[in-house]
Structure formats: C-alpha cells, structure tokens
C-alpha cells in the first residue's frame, strides 16, 4: 500500500502532465501562427507556463525536500500569470488562449495551479510529520 503522500506526489506528477497536455497544441500553434498566446517581453507566456509545470512535475516525480525550491518557483509563476490573465480576461481585454469550448486556459492554470500548490504544502506536511 502506497502511503498518502507518495499517492499525492503521483497526483502531482499527473496534474503536470495533464496541463502540459494542454499547453503543447497551443505551443505548436504559436510556433506556426506566432499568435496563439501573449507574450512576456519577448518570451511567450506559453514556454514560460510550460517550463514551470515541468519544474513542479519533475519535483514531484524525483522527491526531495531539499527541491521544494523547484516546485515553488514553477507554482509561483504559474498562479502570478494566470492571476494576470484572469483579471484581463474579466475586465474585457482578451488575452489567453481558449479550449475547445472557449473557455479561457488561464483560468484552468489558476485553478490548477492553486490546487497543486495546496496539494504540495500538504505533502511537505506530511513530510515533515513523518520525520518528527
């Protein structure tokens, strides 16, 4: 039996690996068209939202405490962009890309974003709780 923090460790992993599902259409399409997401300075948000859920998919697949540093500087770029994204999208000015069902994706980054930040400290929790 698998112990629950290794269980949300996995969650993790999938959660990053299920975004990056989501972000690898738009990245070939930005590649294509040079329009499919916004750009920070000269780096489209989308390689940025991208390397930052790789970072806090791979923290969670090769644990270790002394990474928490990898998987904070993933989340917290990730949640500070799609907040931006969000409240642009909400007072009118169309700035993230959309799914199928025009559902702007930086409101599902948000969401999963926070989630997985929540999932982690829980997990440093539990961490820390079986160390003491």
Known sequence: MFPLSRMLRLGLAGGSLYVLNWIFPILFAHWHAGNACP????VPACYLVMVCYAAMGITALFWNKQLSWLFFSGAVP????AMIGTVLEITGLPTCPRSDTGLPLCYMSLLVG????VVFLYVLKLERIKTD
């Open 114 to 117: 926070v989630m997985m930040l």
């Open 39 to 42: 750009h920070l300075g000269l």
């Open 78 to 81: 990730v949640i500070f962009m």
